[in-house]
């Protein structure tokens, strides 16, 4: 089946810096990618949808300026979190759109 | 509102014991329903996908079942293995769009030795 790759798997930032997350289709382009947040024994929550060449579609409750996204070609998707709070640490995963949606293994964040 | 419920929310089992998780969605449209395997700290992994018109979907020891009249699933887990160990998600793909998927909460299922 098709891969998605996230970047980093784990990473621990002090209050107040930034991180970025990157999502990659590695055998198939993806005009759309999704990134979605799980906090521990919750369901994944959809956070924002990213279209190649246009701006991200964010869900209501997900702050624009604190998360952004940037889908600069078919195979490659950012999150950047800025200004990291302990509030925003959990599971970030994105996803994809092929034939499918497929899923990458997630990026655990810790905000000291 | 869409709504996918899973349930239990947790077992415990003995390895080499059969399971049955169970999923009621109430998403319209309906296109497709997806079981998930999610380990902890990594992503889901798909492990069947059913259509309207497809009542049972089998993936080795992973048998899905699907009712569209009573928009109720089953995911029948049989000669459970260690590895088994993970959260199971049910996935119902409704309308197009950003939001055509909507998400259950999961079964958390634990094999035991």
């Known amino acids: 089946g098709a891969v998605v790759s996230q970047h980093p798997s784990w990473v621990i930032c002090k209050s107040g810096t930034s991180v970025k997350i990157e999502c990659r289709s590695l055998d198939f382009q993806a005009t759309t990618m999704f990134w979605y947040r799980q906090f521990p024994k919750q369901s994944l929550m959809l956070m924002a949808t990213s279209n190649e060449g246009s701006k991200a579609t964010y869900e209501q409750g997900v702050e624009k300026d604190k998360f952004l996204i940037n889908h600069a070609s078919l195979t490659l998707s950012t999150l950047t979190v800025t200004s990291a709070h302990p509030e925003d640490s959990s599971f970030y995963i994105c996803?994809?759109?092929?034939?499918?949606?497929?899923f990458g293994p997630g990026t655990r964040l810790t905000v000291t | 509102k869409n709504q996918v419920e899973q349930s239990p929310q947790s077992l415990i089992i003995l390895e080499g014991k059969n399971c049955t998780l169970q999923c009621n969605y109430t998403v319209s449209p309906f296109s497709n329903l997806r079981w998930y395997k999610q380990d902890t700290g990594r992503g889901p992994v798909s492990l069947t996908i059913m259509t309207f018109s497809e009542n049972t979907k089998s993936n080795g020891r992973y048998t899905a079942t699907l009712d569209a009249d009573t928009k109720q699933s089953s995911l029948h887990i049989t000669a459970s293995q260690l590895s088994d160990s993970a959260s199971y998600i049910c996935?119902?793909?409704?309308?197009?769009?950003?939001?055509?998927?909507?998400f259950g909460s999961g079964t958390r299922l634990q094999v035991q030795p």
């Open positions: 996803s994809a759109q092929g034939s499918e949606q497929y």
């Open positions: 996935v119902v793909r409704g309308h197009t769009g950003r939001r055509a998927l909507t």
